[in-house]
Each structure stands twice: as C-alpha cells, then as structure tokens.
C-alpha cells in the first residue's frame, strides 16, 4: 500500500506474487524484476508523467478489472518492457487508458533494445488517446482484447479516427480461441519495418479477426498474407491501401499453395459491409 518510490533507480524483485493496494502510487517510477511472478492490483493505477513501469523479466500484471492510466506529458507516463532476450510481459484482466505517441516521440507503450521481447494482452481493453506507434517486440492476443478510440458523438461526425501503427519487425499473433476487436473508432495501419515475412499470424480458425466498423490500412509496398484464421466484420469497415498501382504488394487472403489448411474464414454480419478502398486484395482460398 502507499507510494512505491524508488527513484527510477531501485527495483522490486518479486520471490512471490504481490498485491498493491487501492492507495498505490508511483511517483517517481518502479523497476519491477518479476522473476515470473503476478503483480496483483487492488484498484485502478495511474502512472504520473514522466515516469514509468519497467519491466526487468518475465511478470505478469493482473488488473483483475482495474484500469492502468497513462498520463500525458514530454513524455508521459509509460510501461516500459526491458528485460533480456526472451523477456515476456503479460497484461491481463485490465483496461489501459492514454496509450498514444507523446510529444518527444516516445510510446506509452515500449520495448527495450533486446531480442524476442514480448506482450501479452490477455482480456485487456486498450484505449487510445491519440496515435500510437507499436515499434518493437512481439504482441500476442490472448482471449479478448479490444483497442479503440474516443466515443464519436452523432453530432460531430467529422472526427477522425484514432491511428494504432503496427511497425515492429517481429509477429503480432492472435492465439487460439482469442479475438482482437478493432473498434469503429479505430484505423489500424500494418507497416512492419521488416516486409520480407507477414507478421500477422492466426494460430488457427480459432484465432479471430473482429473489424467493427474499422478501418485496416496496408500500405501498397508491404503487403500482408493471412491464412488459417477467422475475420468477422460488423458495420462498414475497410480494407485500404494507398492506390492500386503496377507493382504494388497485394493483401492475400488464404494461401498461395490454395490448401484448405490454409483457407481464412470471412464472416459478415447480417448488414454489415466490408469495403475495399484503393486496395488489391487476393482471394486465394481453396472453398
């Protein structure tokens, strides 16, 4: 209970699970070495700007449906994920609000310089506060996870939608029985700085796809295979790149080889339209 200060020097090092209080607050950031242990919260967390959560290992973060608050600054408040090679950080059972790009550039949302890091969301609703840019480390879907935006009142249908970019180099894979839900408020662009490989990958026809009214952007030189997984769309959502053009790098649904192995399923909702704007789309599935 009350503050955990150790002037972003110290560190907590975890031969157990620990629970924080309702009280808890980190005024001057927290280094937590895990050790694969469960950090417990006992009420919503705000992290102040320019502070941060570091995590230094394997660890587990349980909101058990509290909220994580972000606060905006030069920079804000962050989670920070910078342990070795390897390192694996799993956000579960909460919802995380002001995730976004900050000022100076920095992500309230990060990862350190080493190899096959990874996030886990795990039934976590992720809210945007403005565009946010995924640069490094692997994301893993698990469950139920749901990013969105703002709420877009009736009044004021000239808001934009909030941007979440996906630019790592390594996989954002949507495990088995989980669903990522793009929200309406949403536009989705998957820029991967390697475009050598797609690096969004079902693990199978239980891993689901949920464009609610979203926009799903993919630049016309990078391209995107899917195959083996399952895409539900409700409302009007989008398919877009940036122009058909010669050359240009097709977004391919199923796989080249056309096996049913590799077939993705497409579901769309009784009135509910999947539109495709200025996009080259494959459709390559065997049935």
Partial sequence: AGECDLNQSGKITLEGDLHLASNATIPNGCIIDGQGKTVFLDGNLSVPAPTWIEFA????????????VLKNGNPGGQLYINGPA???VTLRNMTIRGVRSFEDGTQA??????EN???VL??????????????????????HVEINGFYQPAYRPDLQPMLFYYLSADDLSILADSTLVLDMTIGFIYQPFDTSNSHFVFKDYSSRLFLNGCAFFVPGDTGLKMTKGHIVVDHRAFLQSDGV???MVPIE??????????????????????ELSEALVQYQNQK
């Fill in 253 to 274: 649904l199923g796989g080249r080889l056309r096996k049913a192995s590799e077939d993705v399923i497409i579901d769309i909702l009784p009135g509910a339209k999947l």
């Fill in 117 to 119: 890091q990874t996030l």
């Fill in 122 to 143: 795990e039934n976590v609703k992720i809210q945007l506060a403005d565009e946010f840019f995924f640069l490094g480390g692997k994301l893993e879907i698990k469950n």
């Fill in 245 to 247: 053009v010669d050359g």
């Fill in 57 to 68: 290992s394997n660890t587990v973060l349980d909101g058990q449906g509290h909220e994580i």
């Fill in 109 to 114: 949302i990060s990862f350190g310089e080493n």
């Fill in 86 to 88: 390897g390192t694996k």
